[in-house]
């Protein structure tokens, strides 16, 4: 019985041995392209069809859609919970860390928010975006220098930027009218 059992064995990799690539110009083995010529399950041909390294779609792009459209409509709760279920999803997604940080701002839990701002920071850079968003959680906080200082940066960066402008005024018109209850 062991003797059958290595014999298989041993024609099991001859044949496999075999089966290796035919056309390995230099050394890889690209099993996502198809040859020219080559057929789909279905009997179609692989040309016009896209192979995975064309995909232009990322598993966060539905959560961020999601969570973008439960942010303009100012459920920051649910807006917190999609950019969280995107930055799961896709960990490398800065627009996700933004999305996160700005939502965890809304709801003033500045604690995972600067988390938030780190990572995006990280993984975006010094855009006028994040400088802007950090800028209006700072001013959510009161810090109205700290505010002040990342407005002028984003606006350095943008300075047609209308969102920005609106935040410099909203930041003026904060230190002009302070309110106590």
Same mark, same amino acid.
């Given at each position: 019985m062991t003797k059958r059992l290595?014999? /298989?064995?041993s024609l099991l990799l001859? %044949? %496999?041995?075999?089966?290796?690539?035919?056309?390995?110009?230099?050394?890889?083995?690209?099993?996502? #392209?198809?040859?020219?010529?080559?057929y789909t399950a279905f009997g179609?041909?692989?040309d016009g069809l896209k192979t995975i390294s064309d995909v232009d779609y990322y598993a966060s792009d539905q959560a961020v859609t999601e969570a973008k459209t439960q942010f303009r409509s100012e459920n920051y709760?649910? /807006?917190? /919970? %999609?950019?969280?279920?995107?930055?799961? %999803?896709?960990?490398?997604?800065?627009? /996700?860390?933004l999305g996160l940080a700005a939502s965890c701002d809304r709801i003033r839990?500045?604690?995972?928010?600067?988390?938030?701002?780190?990572?995006?920071?990280r993984l975006l850079g010094a855009t006028p975006e994040y400088y802007n968003n950090l800028g209006y959680s700072y001013l959510l906080r009161g810090k109205l220098q700290q505010a002040r200082t990342n407005f002028l940066k984003a606006y350095e960066l943008a300075p047609n930027d209308p969102t920005v402008a609106n935040n410099l005024k909203l930041l003026s018109s904060?230190?002009?009218?302070? #309110?106590r209850s």
């Amino acid at each position: 019985m062991t003797k059958r059992l290595a014999v /298989a064995t041993s024609l099991l990799l001859i %044949l %496999l041995a075999g089966c290796q690539t035919k056309d390995i110009a230099d050394g890889v083995v690209r099993t996502n #392209e198809p040859a020219k010529g080559d057929y789909t399950a279905f009997g179609d041909a692989f040309d016009g069809l896209k192979t995975i390294s064309d995909v232009d779609y990322y598993a966060s792009d539905q959560a961020v859609t999601e969570a973008k459209t439960q942010f303009r409509s100012e459920n920051y709760g649910n /807006a917190g /919970a %999609l950019f969280y279920k995107a930055t799961r %999803l896709a960990p490398n997604d800065g627009v /996700a860390w933004l999305g996160l940080a700005a939502s965890c701002d809304r709801i003033r839990r500045f604690d995972l928010s600067d988390m938030a701002y780190s990572r995006a920071y990280r993984l975006l850079g010094a855009t006028p975006e994040y400088y802007n968003n950090l800028g209006y959680s700072y001013l959510l906080r009161g810090k109205l220098q700290q505010a002040r200082t990342n407005f002028l940066k984003a606006y350095e960066l943008a300075p047609n930027d209308p969102t920005v402008a609106n935040n410099l005024k909203l930041l003026s018109s904060s230190v002009r009218n302070i #309110e106590r209850s």
